[in-house]
C-alpha cells in the first residue's frame, strides 16, 4: 500500500510558518498532500509589535489563537507543540531560561520531534537553515534538532516510539540573492526604504543574508495561493499588523519577494533537474495524487510554464457594474471570422457574469504594468466601479470596459462556450481591435514576469 503524501514543516515560533513557507503548505493542501506543522516554541518572547488591543488577554494566550487561525487558513491537517519556551535573541535573560528551546538537550529535542516524525510518517521535511535563516537562537536550535530527528526516527534501535520511518527528503528554506536584489532595486526605484539599506548593492554579501542562486534546489510558484499566504500572515495580528513591510510595498515588488517559495536540499533523494517546480519531485507515490492516471497537475504546469505567454486582463460588464481578471489563457483561433478564445475557471465570478453579458474584452498589458496584473489576480480586490478605481478606462463598441493604457485591445461577442475540464472555453467574434501606445508586452514565463527581448 502506498503512503499517503505528507509534508511536515518545523518552525521555531507561530507566524514563521505562514511567513517562511505558507505558500508551501497551502499550494501542497490544495493537490491533496497531508501537511502537517510542528511549532517548537510557544513565541512568550514575542512582543506586541502592532500594538493591538488584547483586552484583558495575555500575550501568549493570544499568540496561540492566532497561530489556530493562520493554520485554519493554510488548511494544515495536523498542528503539533513540541513544547519549549521561546528563547529570545541572544545575550538576554530568555536564552538562559531552563525550559527555553535553545538549552534543550539536543537529543531529548530530537527525541520528541522524531516520534512526530514517525507518527505522521512524511516523505518531505522542511525546517530552517543551519544559519536559522537570521541568526535566531531558535531557529539555529530547530535546524539542528530536525537533522537528528530524522536520523533517529529512521533508526530501528532508537529509544524513539512508533516505528522507525526514513524521511525521503529534508529541505530548508531560503531566498535566493538575485531575488533579494531584484527587490531591494525595486523599492529603491519607488522611492521607499528597503531592508537592505537607501545604497546600491552590487556585492551579493552586502545583503547579510540569502543564498547564492546556484544554490536553490527547488523554486516553488505561489502566485496562485499567494493571497491565502497573506491571509495567514495577517491571522497573527499581534506580530504582523496591516502597516507591516509585509503589506505596504508595491505589488511588483510584493511578487518579487513573497509570491515564490525556495528551498536547498540538506538531505535525501537528489532531484532530477535543478531548479525543481516541487519538493516531492520524483519521490514514489505522486503519481496517486491523480487516480484518473493523468500527469500531476503541478508537473503540468510546470511544463506549461516553459511556453512564454502575454499576459491580458479580460473586461465585462453585466447591469452596469464593471468586472476585470487577469488571464494567460488567450489565443487567436479563426481569421475568418476573426475568433479568439479566452479560458475562464468554472468556480470563477467571470464565469457568470459572462454568461449574462455575452461580450467581453481583450486588454494586453504592457511590461510595466506587473501591478496591473497582480490586482485584477487578487481575490481580495474590491468589485464593481471600485475595481477600476485610479485606471484609465476606455469604452468599446459592444459597451464593455477595455483598458486605455492596454498596448492592444479587442472587442469580442460570444460567439461559443466549450466545456474544458475544471475550465471553460469562451469564444469570442472579435467586432473591434486597436493597439495602444507600442510599448512591449508583458510576458509571462516559469511564474515569473519579463518582457521581450528582440534577438540581436
Known amino acids: 500500500m502506498t503512503e499517503p503524501l505528507t509534508l511536515l514543516c518545523v518552525h521555531p515560533h507561530p507566524d514563521d510558518e505562514s511567513i517562511a513557507c505558507g505558500g508551501l503548505l497551502a499550494a501542497s493542501n490544495g493537490r491533496g498532500i497531508r501537511t502537517v506543522v510542528v511549532t517548537c516554541t510557544d513565541g512568550a518572547e514575542g512582543e506586541n509589535l502592532a500594538g493591538i488591543d ?116 529534508w529541505l530548508v528554506h531560503a531566498m535566493g540573492h538575485e531575488r533579494l536584489l531584484a527587490f531591494h532595486r525595486a523599492l529603491l526605484a519607488e522611492g521607499l526604504a528597503s531592508p537592505f539599506g537607501d545604497g546600491p548593492i552590487v556585492d551579493p554579501s552586502e545583503l547579510g543574508m540569502g543564498v547564492p542562486d546556484d544554490q536553490i534546489t527547488v523554486h516553488v510558484d505561489i502566485r496562485h495561493v499567494f493571497e491565502r499566504k497573506r491571509a495567514a500572515m495577517r491571522a497573527h495580528r499581534s506580530q504582523i499588523g496591516e502597516d507591516s513591510f509585509f503589506f505596504n510595498v508595491p505589488d511588483d515588488a510584493a511578487v518579487l519577494a513573497f509570491a515564490s517559495e525556495q528551498f536547498v536540499l540538506q538531505a535525501g533523494r537528489a532531484f532530477d533537474v535543478v531548479p525543481a517546480s516541487d519538493v516531492f519531485d520524483g519521490i514514489a507515490g505522486i503519481a496517486e495524487l491523480d487516480r ?104 468599446s463598441e459592444t459597451g464593455v470596459p477595455l483598458l486605455a493604457d492596454a498596448v492592444a485591445w479587442l472587442d469580442c461577442r460570444i460567439h461559443a462556450v466549450h466545456e474544458g475540464g475544471d475550465h471553460r472555453i469562451v469564444v469570442g467574434e472579435v467586432v473591434a481591435l486597436g493597439t495602444g501606445s507600442g510599448q512591449d508586452p508583458l510576458v509571462f514565463h516559469r511564474g515569473a514576469y519579463g518582457r521581450f527581448v528582440e534577438d540581436v
Do not use: K
Open 54 to 169: 488584547l483586552g484583558t488577554e495575555d500575550l501568549l494566550s493570544h499568540r496561540r489563537r492566532e497561530l489556530c487561525d493562520a493554520l485554519e487558513v493554510l488548511r494544515v491537517d495536523r498542528h503539533h507543540d513540541l513544547g519549549y519556551r521561546d528563547s529570545g535573541m541572544d545575550g538576554t535573560d530568555a536564552n538562559e531560561h531552563p525550559d527555553s528551546f535553545h538549552r534543550a538537550d539536543l537529543d531529548e529535542a530530537a527525541r520528541r520531534l522524531a516520534e512526530i516524525v514517525r507518527a505522521e510518517r512524511p516523505q518531505v521535511v522542511v525546517s530552517d537553515d543551519e544559519h536559522g535563516s537570521y541568526g535566531h537562537p531558535d531557529h539555529v536550535r530547530a535546524h539542528r534538532v530536525t537533522g537528528r530527528a530524522i536520523e533517529l526516527a529512521a533508526d530501528p534501535d532508537a529509544d524513539v516510539e512508533g516505528a522507525p520511518w526514513t524521511v525521503d527528503r
Open 292 to 395: 484518473a492516471g493523468r500527469p500531476d497537475s503541478t508537473a503540468f504546469r510546470d511544463v506549461l510554464g516553459r511556453f512564454p505567454t502575454g499576459v491580458t486582463v479580460l473586461t465585462t460588464e453585466v447591469d452596469g457594474t464593471p468586472h476585470g481578471m487577469t488571464v494567460n489563457a488567450f489565443t487567436s483561433v479563426s481569421l475568418d471570422p476573426p475568433l479568439v478564445l479566452v479560458c475562464v475557471e468554472e468556480t470563477a465570478v467571470m464565469a457568470g457574469l459572462l454568461d449574462r453579458s455575452g461580450r467581453f474584452g481583450v486588454s494586453v498589458l504592457a511590461a510595466g504594468q506587473v501591478a496591473r496584473s497582480v490586482w485584477f489576480a487578487d481575490s481580495d480586490r474590491p468589485t464593481g466601479a471600485d475595481e477600476f478605481a485610479g485606471i484609465p478606462v476606455a469604452r
